[in-house]
């Protein structure tokens, strides 16, 4: 048997982090140089940004409809964010983590919880954090996207959010973009390397150790 046929259970890799820290940045390149994870796409009543794209950013959605997802037991998690709805659906990801597909998770810390109590196996928690709160304040007037306003309150959050650093498995600064990423990457790989998602090994380890 080689080793490249070894069956591996995928993995939510979860990044969150203060507004305005860095995780959009992280998971972007994540996706564009990792051929093996994919986007969870969160259902989400927030009004799209420019450049963002309807079923690859989030499921832009009204809250008539969202509201019918969670009736309908349609979402893993969800949670009230910055006056929006914020939730991850359930369909897909299953079916997906079961033949080997790893999945990126932007979510908040709320979400991070409740996903960890539902499927702790599976999940890895990442924390990313600003060098300091001048840069994060820096970053969100850098990035152009919200009003002096929305800026303002989501500085006010920062050290609200900052202060669920511990319910992570691995907390990273992101002081240079390029070393921040490296150690995400190097996270992802150990992660994936684990014992008990390496389904296959066991009849691999069998053959090696046949008498
Ligand atoms: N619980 C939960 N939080 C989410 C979900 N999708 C996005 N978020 C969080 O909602 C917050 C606001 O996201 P967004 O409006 O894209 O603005 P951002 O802060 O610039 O990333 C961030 O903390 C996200 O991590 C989700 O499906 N569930
Ligand atoms: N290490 C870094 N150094 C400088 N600017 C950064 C760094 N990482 C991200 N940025 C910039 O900061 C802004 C906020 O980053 P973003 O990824 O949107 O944060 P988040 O998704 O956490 O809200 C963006 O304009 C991004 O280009």
Not at 61 to 82: I, K, L, P
Not at 104 to 127: N, S
Request: aromatic share 8%.
């Amino acid at each position: 048997m080689a080793t490249d046929t070894l069956h591996r259970r995928g993995l939510m890799f979860i990044l969150s982090s203060p507004s305005g820290a860095g995780k959009t940045t992280i998971a972007r390149r994540l996706l564009a140089e990792d051929g093996e994870i994919a986007m969870s796409v969160s259902a989400t009543t927030r009004p799209m940004r420019p450049g963002e794209v309807d079923g690859k950013d989030y499921h832009f959605v009204s809250q008539t409809e969202f509201d019918r997802m969670v009736e309908d037991n349609g979402f893993y998690e969800w949670a009230h964010v910055f006056g929006h709805s914020y939730g991850t659906p359930k369909a897909q990801i299953r079916a997906g983590l079961k033949d080997g597909q790893d999945y990126l998770f932007d979510i908040d810390w709320q979400g991070t919880q409740q996903l960890h109590q539902k499927a702790q196996a599976d999940v890895v928690r990442v924390f990313i954090l600003p060098p300091s709160l001048e840069e994060l304040h820096r970053r969100l007037i850098g990035r152009g996207t919200d009003s002096a306003e929305v800026i303002a309150a989501r500085m006010a959050r920062a050290q609200a959010e900052i202060s669920h650093w511990d319910g992570y498995d691995y907390v990273v600064v992101n002081d240079d973009v390029e070393t921040c990423f490296g150690k995400v990457r190097e996270i992802l790989d150990a992660e994936r390397m684990r014992r008990t998602r390496q389904t296959g090994l066991i009849d691999f380890v069998r053959e090696l150790t046949r008498g």
